[in-house]
């Protein structure tokens, strides 16, 4: 069973305890519950309009000693002693733990003197022992001891009763944390309305330049086809026969040729220019040889 629920069951036991009783029949149940080792919380108890008619009886310092419990702290005690019941040790542990809870309301870190002065603690480590085996080891805070800093940090604690003022002060805290979510959610929202945005305007920058880019593609290769064929039919002659001083001279025009013709494909890409000038060189190498048997045979 988790600590709330021993709590719940635990002040449901005592409310309904208090509820039959009246006076002086109020102290022991008083001290019962300011004693238990695994009750933190007194409000409800408080509420009981039996333990609330103590007020202005000459039992009503156990009326102000539940209000300790619910609200105050060890130096309290200190400070009221005289008007208020002696306590017992369980109550002065108690009273020990509920002191660190309030502490740790107001800073998560807790210096080792402040813990010292507050517990009535001498030593180091007696104050360790007490946060280990009384604090962190009953569920009621947790942290990390640091003894280089001499520090107690806190990572969790839990709640005590609402002192009376503390609920409007509350209710102003978490108004301003749900004003300022409000507004840090508009803005959220609006950081991913222009992130959409441009997203939007990137793709369409994107595919513009893509169309761009096929365009200009398409443009260069139309060009570099027609500057091809133009070249291709200047090697080729009207009539397909040539003379023999022609074809004898022939490999000397090639070559020629090819030196005046080489740079003018510069822009087309290398292994298109090589594989059209090594057909045109078997082209005319072949009608060379073709030309110079037919002479010869006449």
Known sequence: MDIEQ?????IDHFVKQASVLKGSSLAPV???????????AFSEILAVPNVAELQGTEHSSYLNLLRLFA??????????????????????????QLTVLTLAETSKVLPYDQLMQELDVTNVRELEDFLINESMYA????????QLRRCFEVQFAA???LRPGQLGCMIQTLSSWLATS????????????????????????????????????KSLSL???????????MYFEPGGVMDFEEDRVRPKRIEVVLRLKVPAYRNLPSLLLMTRAFEMILVEGAFSL???SMLRRT
């Open 290 to 292: 073709e030309h110079t």
């Open 159 to 161: 709640g005590r009763d």
């Open 223 to 233: 060009k570099a086809d027609m500057d091809f064929r133009g070249h291709e039919e």
């Open 30 to 40: 008083i001290i019962e519950a300011t004693s238990n080792s695994n009750l933190f």
């Open 71 to 96: 609200h105050g702290t060890w130096s309290d005690y200190k400070n009221h002693a005289g008007s208020l019941p002696s306590l017992i040790p369980e109550q002065v542990l108690k009273l020990k």
């Open 139 to 146: 569920g009621i805070v947790r942290g990390k001891l640091d």
């Open 6 to 10: 021993k709590q719940a069951d635990l």
């Open 182 to 217: 409000d507004n840090l959610l508009i803005t959220i929202q609006e950081k991913i309305k222009w992130a959409d945005t441009m997203s939007e305007l990137d793709k369409k920058h994107k595919k513009e330049l893509d169309e761009k880019v096929e365009e200009v593609k």
